[in-house]
């Protein structure tokens, strides 16, 4: 399960945007899946906790850029008439739903 849950976790946040990319934006895929995957960047709302890093940690909620506030904004990005700002805020809610996953896989 571990491994699984490894695989699917980071397949998750680094190929699947570009696979949805190729899906949304099929003319500019690579640059729209590089800024879906740069917003990846939210993680570093964890160098704000203590520990920084708990594997049996949930991040939804738990962390600011993780939360219900946050998940808004990258919401109203989608409404942007901006590629990149909608590819960033449609990343970071892929980067939601894929931690959202991994607190599944943990039994939250």
């Avoid at 219900?68 to 909608?86: D, N």
């Amino acid at each position: 399960m571990a491994v699984l849950q490894l695989v699917v976790h980071y397949g998750g946040h680094w190929l699947a945007p570009f696979l949805l990319a190729r899906l949304i934006a099929a003319e500019n895929w690579l640059r729209f899946g590089a800024v879906m995957a740069a917003a990846n960047l939210i993680d570093l709302d964890h160098l704000l906790a203590d520990p920084m890093f708990d594997p049996n940690r949930c991040s939804i909620g738990f962390h600011p850029l993780h939360g219900g506030i946050a998940a808004a904004i990258y919401l109203v990005l989608l409404a942007v008439p901006r590629w990149w700002a909608r590819a960033f805020g449609l990343g970071a809610l892929w980067h939601l739903a894929v931690d959202y996953g991994d607190c599944l896989m943990q039994g939250w």
